[in-house]
């Protein structure tokens, strides 16, 4: 059974930081894993990429403000977030992709909630 748990959330003020952490059981393999959020009344969107050859893609809203890493040897992905604004509040799902060749999201976490305030 494949089981995808995040952490780490909580609530701050606008300028502070947060570190998101998530861990994957139950794969034998690993291609990509994702952060996403998602606001009350807007669309899920992916904020940050990371595959297994530590290629990444951030979205442009935050790009120099967060930075994802991972650690293979725990299938762990993690989301520094620095600089934060209130319109960084929302849900954050961490997604894990196990094809190199399908390219959906098979696998969720449950989310974190992140409220940052003005």
């Known amino acids: 059974q494949v089981r995808v748990v995040e952490s780490g959330g909580g609530s701050v003020q606008a300028g502070g930081s947060l570190r998101l952490s998530c861990t994957t059981t139950?794969?034998?393999?690993?291609?990509?894993m994702a952060w996403f959020r998602q606001a009350p009344g807007n669309e899920r969107e992916a904020v940050a990429v990371?595959?297994?050859?530590?290629?990444?893609v951030y979205t442009d809203s935050v790009e120099g403000r967060f930075a994802i890493s991972q650690d293979k040897t725990k299938n762990s992905v993690y989301l520094q977030m620095n600089s934060l604004q209130p319109e960084d509040t929302g849900m954050y799902y961490c997604?894990?992709?196990?094809?190199?060749?399908?390219?959906?999201?098979?696998?969720w976490g449950q989310g974190t909630q992140v409220t940052v305030s003005s």
């Open positions: 997604a894990v992709r196990t094809s190199p060749t399908d390219m959906s999201w098979p696998y």
């Open positions: 139950g794969v034998d393999y690993i291609d990509s």
């Open positions: 990371i595959d297994s050859g530590n290629r990444i």
